[in-house]
């Protein structure tokens, strides 16, 4: 009999131990306390230098909070057939989050699961893509960080309006990429009364890129790339067709200009992932349910020049432009 109670005893202090696996402690089988090791699938749509540094300031934050972590890191090779399998494995393996990077990715993550947590970064329009109801009101188990700033596309389109002579801006982009559709709804919509007239050019595929970039040479004065995840991935290519034919290439954040774009309205990918970050640490220490953290915007934009491209691209730099943007 008291071997039967000691037996109950047992099973119930195990059930006590598997249960509080969601905390940040566990115990090992000598009995001593050891800091738990979360797992959490990355899911990131393609590979260019903007998703990169969000997963990387994604990491950092987690580090800084003092988390350990094991990351699953898969990538759908701007597929977009490819984002709910991976989904659906990290499901499979019951990781403790999932860290959705770009907007295919989070609609990926959404059409998996309903109860592991999802932290997004890099989708420009959360509400409009269906992954939250609103901006204040995040769903059940997800969240995340906007790589639109209100006033980017705002700014960008302005700035084009009232600097530049030509009015004819060349816009390349995936059609299947839902952030992409709203992008260019909000370029549409700053350029209602001004003299900018739009020029479309849609691709769905990498491979498409540089026969769009060429279709617009002749056609347009200005190309103007949003942060559209196929197109980026082949930005060199658009860069190309710029410089041989001296059209100014304006982008949609600053690692294109970086990469080779002559300006950009933007802000550092890296810090909206760390935003991302410190909220997947609010989650997994249990201080926060995904519901009670609201979508947050980048804090920072900067308009950045790129003198090189300017001249390649036979942009004269004015005088008050070094005023108003840094230039580098």
Known sequence: MKKGWKALIA??????????????????????????????????????????????GFKEALKDEGLKVEYDVQNAQADMNNNLPIAQNFVGDNVDLI????TPSALGAL????????????VTDPVSSGLVKAMDKPGENITGTTDSHPDAITNTVKFMNEEFDGNRVGLIYNAGEQNSEAQIKSVEKAAKGTDLKLVKATVSTTAEV????????GAVDMIYIVTDNTVVAALDTVVK???????????????????????AYGFDYFDIGYQAGVMAAKILKGEKKPSELPIEYPEK???????????????????EWEEMAEIK
């Open 301 to 319: 934009l900067t308009l950045v020049i790129n003198k090189d491209a300017a001249k390649k691209m036979n942009v004269e730099i004015k005088k």
């Open 11 to 56: 099973a119930s202090l195990m059930g006590s131990v598997l249960l509080s696996g969601c905390g940040s402690k566990e115990t090992s089988d000598n009995g001593k306390s050891e800091e738990k090791t979360y797992q959490i699938g990355v899911s990131q749509f393609v590979e260019h230098d903007s998703l990169d540094k969000a997963f990387e």
């Open 210 to 217: 540089k026969q769009a970039a060429e279709s617009l040479i």
């Open 241 to 263: 067709v710029a410089e041989d034919n001296d059209i100014p290439l304006f982008v949609g954040e600053l690692d294109s200009v970086d990469n080779g774009g002559f300006a």
């Open 111 to 122: 059409n998996a699961t309903q109860d592991i947590p999802i932290v997004f970064t890099s």
């Open 99 to 102: 860290f959705a990077n770009s």
